[in-house]
């Protein structure tokens, strides 16, 4: 994905000259900040890592990014998760049949060690702020009472128009936002597949 792509893709999104500029300049300072164009895990990529992923597509055909906080100690693990999804995104929005994303936070069986709050502020800072041009929607599934606390922090950081975007589910209100079977088996859909830690 080239600078001047980002350029573009971050105009398409802004109703206001001055609204896209400002935004061009946070993204062209957090993609340098994070060395966005020197990552690479086309190789040798952390099994774990693998827990975030691309399969099937919604209701209007757009890819789907599924993301299982559960398998990551975000602790000792946050940065490299960070890194790699930067990276998908990154490849992703690259290639030429990927316009737009959703992506599923599906945190069943997730713990509070599995959501830090500052990863989460990373997760969705990325999509509603960084990658708005191909981020469709964000479906948080079966998020725990634990984490509503850290929910309301974060949605300080997100205007009306990205509120909007977010969608809460639980168990089966799933199958409102995705259809039934594109939802893979983490979240309880007819799709087998599922990420087996080693």
Known sequence: FTNHGCVEAVVSTQSTGDAAAKMIDSVFTWRKE?????????????????STYFRNQDEDGYDILWIEPKHIDYKTK?????NYLHWL?????????CSRITVVLALDGARVS?????????????????????????????????INGIWKV?????????????????????YNELPKD???????GPDSHRFEPK
């Not at 995104?89 to 049949?97: F, L, P, S």
């Not at 974060?154 to 799933?174: H, P, Q, T, W, Y």
């Not at 594109?182 to 309880?188: D, I, K, L, M, Q």
């Open 114 to 146: 599995n959501i830090d709050i500052n990863h989460m502020k990373v997760i969705v800072g990325l999509f509603m702020n960084y990658t708005a041009d191909v981020m469709e929607k964000l479906v948080i599934h079966n998020m725990h009472w634990l």
């Open 154 to 174: 974060i949605s300080l950081m997100l205007d009306e128009d990205a509120k909007k975007r977010v969608k809460f589910v639980s168990n089966d209100g799933i």
């Open 78 to 82: 946050g940065t490299e998760h960070r």
């Open 182 to 188: 594109s939802v893979v088996a983490c979240c309880g």
């Open 34 to 50: 994070n060395g966005i164009r020197e990552l690479d895990y086309s190789k040798d990529v952390p099994h774990y890592l693998t």
């Open 89 to 97: 995104i990154e490849k992703r929005r690259g290639e030429a049949d």
